[in-house]
C-alpha cells in the first residue's frame, strides 16, 4: 500500500516550506516517527517523520526546493515492496557535484556490465579530490567534543568519530554542515583522503571547465550564479575561493534583518551593571540548584527577570507599531536568541513575568535544546513583546543587536568580568557588565530607554529574590 509523504503546515501563517535534506534514499527501510526529512519555514527548521513504516519508495521534490504545504513530497510502500530498490540507483547522480558525472554515466548504455565499474569512478573520486583543499585534517586534542543531537546521530549512522572531525562553529562547535563534508568526502577527513586524491589526480581536470571563468570579476559573478542554479546545495570551488550558497534559513535571517534596518529607526544606549551580588549568589547556590533541580543555573534567567522589572515600569518598550497605533501588550514574552550551527532562532519565554527564576532556566534550557535538535513548534518562537541576545557568552564585551520584528527594543549582554572599578574614592575589583538598549525611536525616545536601562541596572545591583 502507498503512503503518501506530505509538506506538512507548521503553524497557521506558514503556507509553502523547503525541503532542505531527505535523511532517507529510495529504497530504505522507514519506521513510523523516524526522521524523514528536514525542512526550513520562515519561522523554524525541523525533522519531519515518517507517516508509516515500509519503504521509501520514492522521491518527487528534492532538497533544495520550495512548495506549497500539503504538496506531495514522495511515497512510502508501507508493505516494503521488492520493487522499491530499484529505485535507489537513480540517486548515484547525487554525491556528484558538477554536471559532466550523469553524462558519463548516461553514455554507456549498450554494455550494462561495464557501466557500473565506469560510474563509480569519476563520481566517487571528484569529490574527494576537492575535499583536502578545502578542509584541513582534524586534530584529536582529547578534548571535550560540541556538537547537537542531529550531529551526533548523524555520525553514528555513517560511522563517522567525531574526535577526528574538525569543528567551523563557534567555539570549534561541530556543525552539520562538518559531517557533511565528511560524508561527502568518503567518511574520512584525514588519513585515507589523501591516498584517494593523489590516484585521481590526472582526472582532477573535471572542475577546471566552471573554475577557468571565474577569476575576472564580473565574468566570475557570472559564473557563481550559474553553478549555484545548477547545483543549489553544493559548495563550489574556485582557485582561491570557494562560493556557498544561502541555506534557506539564512536567506530568511538576511531578508529579516534587513526588514528591520528599514523599518525601525534604529537608536542605542549603553550602560555597565555590577554584577558582582549576582555573581556571589549564583557561584554560592548553582551546585545545590543543580542537584536539586537537574538543571544549571545560568545568568539569563537574571537578566530576564531584570528585563520584566524594566518594562513593568516602563510598558513603552513592551510594545509594538501597527501602522500610526502603538499597541502596548499586557503579556510579556521574552524572545531568548539562540545561536545555532546553521542559523539563529529566538524562542519565546511567554509570561515571563509569571515565573521565578527556576521556571525561566527550565524553559529556556527547553526551548535552546529542542532548537539545536530542530523539535521546536512555529509557536514557540511567535508573539514576542521584547528579545534579548547575549553575545557576551562568546566573549564579545558588547553588541548592537537589530530589533526583532515586530518588537520596539532589544537588550544586548556583553561578558560578565571583572574589572578594577571606583567606589567610595576607592579602587576595587568587582564582576562589571556592559548591556546595551537597541529601541525603535519611532515608538521609543532616549529618556524612557535610559531610564528602562538604569531600573535593569538597579535590579540587578539590588537582588533581593532567592533562587533556592
Known amino acids: 500500500m502507498a503512503v503518501d509523504i506530505v509538506?506538512?503546515?507548521?503553524?497557521?501563517?506558514?503556507?509553502?516550506?523547503?525541503?532542505?535534506?531527505?535523511?532517507?534514499?529510495?529504497?530504505?527501510?522507514?519506521?513510523?516517527?523516524?526522521?524523514?526529512?528536514?525542512?526550513?519555514?520562515?519561522?523554524?527548521?525541523?525533522?519531519?517523520?515518517?507517516?508509516?513504516?515500509?519503504?521509501?519508495?520514492?522521491?518527487?521534490?528534492?532538497?533544495?526546493?520550495?512548495?506549497?504545504?500539503?504538496?506531495?513530497?514522495?511515497?512510502?510502500?508501507?508493505?516494503?515492496?521488492?520493487?522499491?530498490?530499484?529505485?535507489?540507483?537513480?540517486?548515484?547522480?547525487?554525491?556528484?557535484?558538477?554536471a559532466p558525472?550523469?553524462?558519463?554515466?548516461?553514455?554507456?548504455?549498450?554494455?550494462?556490465?561495464?557501466?557500473?565499474?565506469?560510474?563509480?569512478?569519476?563520481?566517487?573520486?571528484?569529490?574527494?579530490?576537492?575535499?583536502?583543499?578545502?578542509?584541513?585534517?582534524?586534530?584529536?586534542?582529547?578534548?571535550?567534543?560540541?556538537?547537537?543531537?542531529?550531529?551526533?546521530?548523524?555520525?553514528?549512522?555513517?560511522?563517522?568519530?567525531?574526535?577526528?572531525?574538525?569543528?567551523?562553529?563557534?567555539?570549534?562547535?561541530?556543525?552539520?554542515?562538518?559531517?557533511?563534508?565528511?560524508?561527502?568526502?568518503?567518511?574520512?577527513?584525514?588519513?585515507?583522503?589523501?591516498?584517494?586524491?593523489?590516484?585521481?589526480?590526472?582526472?582532477?581536470?573535471a572542475p577546471p571547465p566552471a573554475a577557468a571563468p571565474a577569476p575576472?570579476?564580473?565574468?566570475?559573478?557570472?559564473?557563481?550564479?550559474?553553478?549555484?542554479?545548477?547545483?543549489?546545495?553544493?559548495?563550489?570551488?574556485?582557485?582561491?575561493?570557494?562560493?556557498?550558497?544561502?541555506?534557506?534559513m539564512r536567506q530568511r535571517i538576511a531578508e529579516h534583518m534587513v526588514a528591520s534596518k528599514r523599518v525601525s529607526a534604529h537608536v542605542y544606549s549603553v550602560d555597565e551593571i555590577d554584577m558582582t551580588k549576582v555573581a556571589a549568589l549564583r557561584a554560592k547556590s548553582k551546585d545545590e540548584f543543580e542537584e536539586r533541580y537537574e538543571t544549571k543555573l545560568t545568568f539569563m534567567p537574571f537578566f530576564v527577570k531584570a528585563a520584566v522589572a524594566g518594562l513593568r515600569a516602563f510598558p513603552t518598550l513592551n510594545a509594538s507599531l501597527d501602522g500610526t497605533n502603538v499597541v502596548l501588550h499586557k503579556e510579556i514574552n521574552i524572545g531568548i536568541a539562540v545561536a545555532l550551527d546553521w542559523g539563529l532562532l529566538v524562542p519565546v519565554v511567554k509570561n515571563a513575568d509569571e515565573k521565578n527564576i527556576l521556571g525561566i532556566q527550565r524553559t529556556m534550557n527547553d526551548l535552546a535544546e529542542r532548537a539545536r535538535s530542530k523539535k521546536l513548534k512555529p509557536e514557540e518562537v511567535q508573539e514576542s513583546t521584547f528579545s534579548i541576545t547575549n553575545p557576551g557568552v562568546f566573549g564579545g564585551l558588547f553588541g548592537l543587536p537589530v530589533i526583532s520584528q515586530p518588537n520596539v527594543g532589544i537588550l544586548g549582554l556583553g561578558a560578565i568580568e571583572k574589572?578594577?572599578?571606583?567606589?567610595?574614592?576607592?579602587?576595587?575589583?568587582?564582576?562589571?557588565?556592559?548591556?546595551?538598549?537597541?529601541?525603535?525611536?519611532?515608538?521609543?525616545?532616549?529618556?524612557?530607554?535610559?531610564?528602562?536601562?538604569h531600573k535593569v541596572k538597579e535590579t540587578l545591583e539590588n537582588w533581593s529574590e532567592p533562587v533556592l
Request: with cysteine.
Open 7 to 98: 509538506m506538512p503546515q507548521m503553524g497557521e501563517s506558514i503556507f509553502e516550506g523547503t525541503i532542505t535534506k531527505w535523511l532517507k534514499k529510495p529504497g530504505d527501510k522507514v519506521e513510523r516517527d523516524e526522521p524523514l526529512f528536514e525542512i526550513s519555514t520562515d519561522k523554524v527548521d525541523a525533522e519531519i517523520p515518517s507517516p508509516s513504516a515500509g519503504v521509501l519508495k520514492e522521491i518527487k521534490v528534492g532538497e533544495g526546493q520550495t512548495v506549497p504545504i500539503q504538496t506531495v513530497v514522495g511515497v512510502i510502500d508501507a508493505a516494503g515492496s521488492a520493487a522499491a530498490p530499484a529505485l535507489a540507483p537513480a540517486k548515484t547522480e547525487a554525491p556528484a557535484p558538477f
Open 101 to 205: 558525472a550523469p553524462v558519463k554515466a548516461a553514455a554507456p548504455a549498450a554494455p550494462p556490465a561495464a557501466a557500473p565499474k565506469a560510474v563509480p569512478a569519476p563520481v566517487t573520486a571528484a569529490p574527494r579530490a576537492a575535499m583536502p583543499a578545502a578542509a584541513p585534517p582534524a586534530a584529536q586534542d582529547g578534548g571535550r567534543i560540541h556538537s547537537s543531537p542531529l550531529v551526533r546521530r548523524m555520525a553514528a549512522e555513517h560511522g563517522i568519530d567525531l574526535s577526528t572531525v574538525a569543528g567551523t562553529g563557534a567555539g570549534g562547535r561541530i556543525s552539520k554542515q562538518d559531517i557533511e563534508a565528511v560524508i561527502a568526502g568518503g567518511g574520512v577527513q584525514g588519513g585515507a583522503v589523501p591516498a584517494a586524491s593523489t590516484s585521481v589526480a590526472p582526472s582532477r581536470p
Open 216 to 248: 575576472p570579476g564580473v565574468s566570475g559573478s557570472q559564473a557563481h550564479v550559474a553553478l549555484e542554479t545548477a547545483v543549489p546545495r553544493e559548495k563550489i570551488y574556485f582557485g582561491h575561493y570557494e562560493v556557498q550558497p544561502m541555506s534557506p
Open 419 to 453: 574589572r578594577p572599578v571606583v567606589i567610595n574614592d576607592s579602587i576595587a575589583i568587582r564582576s562589571m557588565c556592559y548591556v546595551t538598549l537597541s529601541y525603535d525611536h519611532r515608538v521609543v525616545d532616549g529618556a524612557i530607554a535610559h531610564q528602562f536601562l
